[in-house]
């Protein structure tokens, strides 16, 4: 009998992704509602709004998906420079009070008529496909200081220095352990990854400890219960979220923190709200379906048939391993507080599409036979 030479395409047959994006999604569409409802009936007067936006933004998200996962994913080496010179060219454009928004005393996302953008979600994949590039570009002298590790850190100071003028401190972290991550996975020489150790004492003393907000996040993270009425009160909320969920939870909209004690609860803090709902199992049932992700997202970095896939494979995979610890730390009081969104599950629509973009791009590299 002869062999089927059919192919099935990557957005099916990669289900090890497929499945748990999917999954995680429609945990997000159900939990923000749940946690939206409240605030969506006080300012729109409805408490579907939130939820049909996510909704909206889901649909869209999986058709990008599927339209990444379509595209060979070599291709995107033609197109880095443009990629990382449009991310530039957006984050210098959310400067601009014209064509920006404000939002809790930060400017982070375009107003593009009548459609919000968040220019740092992208700069995030940008940065993703460039180092991948880059880094499997050079790799013959990638163990020289100024070809393996200086042009490759200068892009992400770059990134930094217009992301902390918004200001997104969050961001930044995330961008320097993706770029740090997949400079290590090229084989960066690890003295030249630790020779920026010593800026991290003017860095610290200038972003951190002479911004007050951001030095109190971090007293209050070292003890909340001094001051749970004020700077602790986000964590300590939060604890009480998962402290009253239990094993099993309240049950789906049975929760109480939502109802304005934690705030954000449909963002930064829905993890919160799981635990509140749907217990400890619900907990682990989130973690779990992260695991499967991140899992897949190893193994398709380590039998990627190039390297230009393998370093690729792994920035995506650290992309979303990273908001991951981040989001839940900082929800269990583990991690200081910051801003940065659950993957799949937080409301926000530009967080959404790329996240979905990325494991498009995932699924292309796990799905693909070339080699180099």
Known sequence: MAESTKTIHPFFSEKSILFPVILLSGIGIIMVYSASSSISMENHN?????MKKQALFLGISLCVMFVTASFPYRLYKSFSYI??????ALLVAVLFPALNIKAG???????????TFQPSEFAKLA??????????????????FSIGFFPHAFIFALFA?????QPDF????????ITWGMMFVAGVKITHLLSPTPLLIPVIYFLVYKVEYRLERILSFLNPWDDPYNTGYQITHSLKAFGSGGIFGKGIGLGMQKMHYLPEPHTDFIFSIIGEELGLIGVLTVLSLYLILLLKGIRIAKTSKTLFGAITAAGLTIYIGIQVIINTGVALGVLPTKGLTLPFISYGGTSL?????????LMNIGASKDYE
């Open 127 to 144: 940065l993703i496909i460039f180092l991948g590039y880059s880094l499997s570009k050079k790799q013959d002298m990638i163990k020289v």
């Open 353 to 361: 599409v790329i996240n979905m973009a990325a494991m498009g791009i």
């Open 170 to 177: 969050g961001t930044i972290v995330v961008l320097a352990m």
């Open 46 to 50: 409805t408490a579907f709004y939130y």
């Open 161 to 165: 220095c217009l992301i902390i003028i």
């Open 83 to 88: 990629i990382l010179f449009a991310a530039i």
């Open 105 to 115: 005393g930060a400017h982070r996302w375009l107003n593009l008529g009548g459609f």
